[in-house]
T-cell receptor
């Protein structure tokens, strides 16, 4: 079965640079979620989109922005990167109203 | 503050031992409850979920969990663990009115041969 696809899988950036993470949901899923998992931490919800509109917002820094496109894929844009942004970024998708979120393999971002 | 609490941060068991991981939440209203597993270096995988109905839910790989509404708990159990169950286990709660999953801090399970 098709799963959530995230790219890139690994990303290394310098401080103050920008990064763009991409997420391709499971076909027919219309809701996308972004989570950040720091080393040894639990995943923290950042933001979600349903039918291309922001549906919920968590602890997403102002330096980050995200959107969902007409094909339902989503991009997380991160600017002015800081060392503390180094983490695993998970995307998940679901079928609205169903509730079960399926997670992608994550993008490991390292900020040097 | 609303939260999800997992009581055990690190658990070490021998193969064939029984497992119970505690999870309590403090959200009011209707919630959906989940247990996710994260094997080393891998992404989160759903073990089981509770939305409504029978409070005893069965998941994959022999895991089950019981929702006790009066105790705001959703404990994970497995009668006999295997070495391959070594992983991080996360309890998560989703309010029925929301989208986000709120995770507990996780329990690291090590199963020794």
């Amino acid at each position: 079965a098709a799963g959530v696809i995230q790219s890139p899988r690994h990303l290394i950036k310098e401080k103050r640079e920008t990064a763009t993470l991409k997420c391709y949901p499971i076909p027919r899923h219309d809701t996308v979620y972004w989570y950040q998992q720091g080393p040894g931490q639990d995943p923290q919800f950042l933001i979600s989109f349903y039918e291309k509109m922001q549906s919920d917002k968590g602890s997403i820094p102002d330096r980050f922005s995200a959107q969902q496109f007409s094909d339902y894929h989503s991009e997380l844009n991160m600017s002015s990167l800081e060392l503390g942004d180094s983490a695993l970024y998970f995307c998940a998708s679901s079928l609205e109203g169903y509730g079960e979120q399926f997670f992608g393999p994550g993008t490991r971002l390292t900020v040097l | 503050a609303q939260s999800v609490s997992q009581h055990n941060h690190h658990v070490i068991l021998s193969e064939a031992a029984s497992l119970e991981l505690g999870c309590n939440y403090s959200y009011g209203g209707t919630v959906n409850l989940f247990w996710y597993v994260q094997y080393p270096g891998q992404h989160l995988q759903l073990l089981l979920k509770y939305f409504s109905g029978d409070p005893l839910v069965k998941g994959i790989k022999g895991f089950e969990a019981e929702f006790i509404k009066s105790k705001f708990s959703f404990n994970l159990r497995k009668p006999s663990v295997q070495w391959s169950d070594t992983a991080e286990y996360f309890c998560a709660v989703r309010r029925n009115s929301g989208y986000a999953l709120n995770f507990g801090k996780g329990t690291s399970l090590l199963v020794t041969p």
